[in-house]
C-alpha cells in the first residue's frame, strides 16, 4: 500500500517572488490526487519541493516520518528512492538507449542479475507501449514517447509514490485518455499514492480521488474530487469551465475593474452547474483498486464537514451502486 | 556584488569538501573514471606536447643569452630545467586540462542539469556529485599528474637542444649543472603542484557545470566563466605553491 504524504505550511519564494504560501494538504495513502491551476503557479515548484528537489522556506513534507525539506541529506536520499517522478519532458539521459535509461535505477539500487533486470525493464517498457524502441536514444524519438519512457523509468523500482508533472502535455486528447487509463490500471496494480499535476481538464474530470488548486500563490482547495467539481469559488468554475470571464487573466489575475465589468456582462449566464463525470475504472482483468473502499470510508467520514452541494454529489456517486463499474447516468434533472 | 562573489566562493569550497567526502563513498564509478580519464587524456596530449617544446626553447634561449652576457654560462642547463620543472611545466598542463578538458566538462554538465537530467538523477536518489563529478576531477587530477612528467620531459629536451645546437652551448656543462642544482623536491613540487592545478580545473568546471544560469546561453556563459575563474586561481594559487617552497626547501646549490 502506498505511503501517505503530510504538507504543513509550506511556503516557497525565489527572491523576491513569492510563489505559494502557506500550502497544507494531506494525500491520503494509495489514493490518486490532482493538483490543477493555470500555467505559472509553481504547480511543478510544488512537485519539486515534495521529493526535496527545491527547499521551501518554511513548512515540512512528512514522508514516513522524514521531511523532505529540512531533515539531513542522508535521509531525503533514502527516501527519495520511494519515489517515482514522471518528468514534463521526460528526462531520459541523453547518452543512453531507452533501455538503459529505464534500468538505470536498477543497476544503482539493486543488486540483480542483468537477465532479471533485462525481464523487469521489458515488461514496463510494455505497459508503455513502447516495445521495439528500447534500442532507441532518446533524441530519436517522439515527446510522446519521451514521456512514456519517463513513466516506465519512474515505475521501474515499484514506488510507494508516484508524481506526474503534466503527463499530458504535448499529447493528443486520445494518447491523453489512454494516458489518464494508464495511471488508473497502475494505481490498482501497485496501490501507490499518486499526485498528477495538470491543467488538463479531462484528466481532473476523471482520474482522481482527490483535487486540489494552486492560484493566487496559494491553494485554494484540496479535498475529495466533489468538493472541487461543485465548488462555487469563481476561480474554480472558471478555470473548470475553461472561460475568460473570471479572476483568472491572461497574464496573471485581473484587476477589480475589469472583474466588475466583466460580471455586469456576463450576468447570470455562468452559474450553470455541471455535471460530475464519473471516475475512471481499472481495466478489465485487473484487481479493483484498493483506494476505493478506503476512501469511501473516508469520505463518509468527514461528510458532514465537507459543502452540501459535494456532500449531495458523494451520496449520489456511492448509490449508483458501491463502486461497481457503471455508465455515466445522464444526471441532468436533478439539479444541484 | 560582494556578498555575491563570495557566495559563489563558498559554494565553491562547499563542492570541494562534498566531492571529497563523496570519494570514498561506495561504490566507486570506475568505468566513468576510465571513459573520462581516457578522454581528458585524449585532448590535451598531442597540445601539450606541442606547446611545450617552443616554451622550453624559449625559456632556453632566454636564460642562455643572459648567462652568457653574466659569463655564466655553464649553468643555463640548471637554470633552464628548473625553470621549464617547477613553473612553465605544471601550468601548461593546468591552462590546456582546463582549457580542453575543463570547458568540455562545464559543457557536458551544463547541458545535462538544463536538460533536468541531474534532477532526474537526484529524485532516483543517486547523486550527481558522487556519480558523475567526482570521476571527472579525479579523471583530471591523475592525467594532470602524468602529463607534467611527459610535458617536463619534453620541455628539458626542446632547451637542451636549443641550447647545444644553436647557441653552442656544450652538452657535457649543461648536464652537470642541471645534476649540480637541481634535485628530487623540485620534482615532487612540480607533480603537486600539477596534482593541485588538476583540481582545481576539474572542481571549476564541475561548479560552473552544476550551476548554469538558465537555458543553452546560460550554459555558453558556464564555461566561458569556468575556464577565466580556473586561470586566475591557477595563477594565484602556483605564486603561493612557490612561495612556500622557496621558503621550506634549502636550495641545493647553496
Known amino acids: ?336 | 556584488m560582494i556578498t555575491g562573489a563570495l557566495r559563489q566562493t563558498g559554494r565553491l569550497f562547499a563542492l570541494a569538501a562534498e566531492v571529497g567526502r563523496a570519494v570514498f563513498r561506495r561504490p566507486f564509478q570506475f568505468r566513468e573514471f576510465v571513459e573520462q580519464f581516457w578522454f581528458v587524456a585524449s585532448v590535451t596530449i598531442l597540445p601539450a606536447a606541442l606547446v611545450s617544446i617552443p616554451f622550453g626553447a624559449v625559456i632556453a634561449l632566454q636564460v642562455g643569452s643572459l648567462t652568457q652576457q653574466l659569463g655564466a654560462q655553464s649553468f643555463t642547463g640548471g637554470a633552464s630545467v628548473l625553470a621549464v620543472v617547477q613553473q612553465a611545466s605544471p601550468l601548461i598542463v593546468a591552462l590546456l586540462i582546463a582549457g580542453a578538458g575543463g570547458s568540455a566538462i562545464c559543457a557536458d554538465l551544463g547541458s545535462r542539469k538544463i536538460r533536468e537530467e541531474l534532477d532526474a538523477m537526484e529524485v532516483m536518489g543517486v547523486s550527481p556529485v558522487q556519480r558523475l563529478v567526482v570521476p571527472r576531477v579525479l579523471a583530471t587530477m591523475g592525467v594532470a599528474v602524468l602529463l607534467n612528467g611527459l610535458v617536463s620531459v619534453v620541455g628539458t629536451l626542446g632547451g637542451y637542444f636549443f641550447n647545444v645546437i644553436m647557441q653552442d652551448g656544450t652538452p657535457g656543462a649543461y648536464l652537470s649543472s642541471f645534476s649540480a642544482l637541481a634535485q628530487l623536491s623540485d620534482l615532487y613540487i612540480s607533480e603537486l603542484k600539477a596534482l593541485v592545478f588538476g583540481f582545481i580545473a576539474g572542481i571549476v568546471a564541475a561548479h560552473r557545470g552544476l550551476n548554469p544560469r538558465g537555458g543553452p546561453k546560460g550554459v555558453g556563459d558556464a564555461v566561458n566563466q569556468s575556464v577565466v575563474i580556473t586561470f586566475l586561481l591557477l595563477f594565484f594559487v602556483n605564486m603561493v605553491m612557490t612561495g612556500i617552497y622557496l621558503q621550506i626547501v634549502p636550495p641545493k646549490g647553496g
Not at chain 1, 19 to 24: E, F, G, N, S
Not at chain 1, 37 to 64: A, D, M, Q
Not at chain 1, 179 to 207: F, G, K, R, W, Y
Not at chain 1, 247 to 272: C, H, N, Q, T
Open chain 1, 1 to 336: 500500500m502506498g505511503i501517505e504524504v503530510v504538507v504543513e505550511g509550506l511556503t516557497k519564494s525565489f527572491g523576491r517572488q513569492s510563489i505559494w504560501r502557506d500550502v497544507t494538504l494531506t494525500l491520503p495513502a494509495g489514493e490518486v490526487s490532482v493538483m490543477l491551476g493555470p500555467s505559472g503557479t509553481g504547480k511543478t515548484v510544488f512537485l519539486k519541493s515534495l521529493i526535496g528537489l527545491l527547499k521551501p522556506e518554511k513548512g515540512r513534507v512528512l514522508i514516513n516520518g522524514v521531511d523532505m525539506v529540512n531533515s539531513p541529506e542522508r535521509d531525503v536520499y533514502e527516501t527519495r528512492k520511494l519515489f517515482g517522478l514522471m518528468f514534463q519532458d521526460g528526462a531520459l539521459f541523453g547518452s543512453m538507449s531507452l533501455f538503459d535509461n529505464i534500468a538505470f535505477p536498477l543497476r544503482e539500487h539493486t543488486r540483480k542479475k542483468e537477465s532479471e533486470i533485462r525481464r523487469i525493464v521489458m515488461e514496463r517498457i510494455e505497459v508503455v507501449g513502447l516495445l521495439g524502441a528500447e534500442g532507441k536514444l532518446p533524441g530519436e524519438i517522439s515527446g510522446g514517447m519521451r514521456k512514456r519512457a519517463g513513466l516506465a523509468r519512474a515505475l521501474v523500482l515499484d514506488p510507494q509514490i508516484i508524481l506526474c508533472d503534466e503527463p499530458d502535455s504535448g499529447l493528443d486528447p486520445v494518447r491523453t485518455a489512454y494516458l489518464s487509463q494508464l495511471l488508473i490500471d497502475l494505481n490498482a496494480q501497485i496501490d501507490a499514492t499518486m499526485l498528477i499535476v495538470t491543467h488538463n481538464l479531462d484528466i481532473a474530470a476523471t482520474v482522481p480521488d482527490n483535487m486540489g488548486m494552486l492560484f493566487r500563490r496559494e491553494l485554494v482547495t484540496f479535498g475529495p474530487r466533489e468538493v472541487l467539481l461543485t465548488s462555487e469559488e469563481p476561480v474554480v468554475a472558471q478555470f473548470l469551465a475553461g472561460r475568460r470571464e473570471g479572476p483568472i487573466g491572461m497574464s496573471e489575475e485581473k484587476d477589480a475593474a475589469a472583474l466588475a465589468a466583466e460580471a455586469d456582462a456576463v450576468g447570470a449566464a455562468a452559474a450553470r452547474p455541471r455535471a460530475i463525470v464519473p471516475q475512471l475504472e481499472p481495466s478489465p482483468g485487473l484487481p479493483p483498486r484498493r483506494a476505493v473502499a478506503r476512501r469511501r470510508e473516508r469520505v463518509m467520514g468527514m461528510i458532514d464537514q465537507l459543502p452540501p452541494a459535494a456532500r449531495s454529489a458523494i451520496r449520489r456517486t456511492y448509490e449508483r451502486g458501491a463502486g461497481a463499474p457503471t455508465l455515466p447516468l445522464p444526471a441532468a434533472g436533478s439539479g444541484a
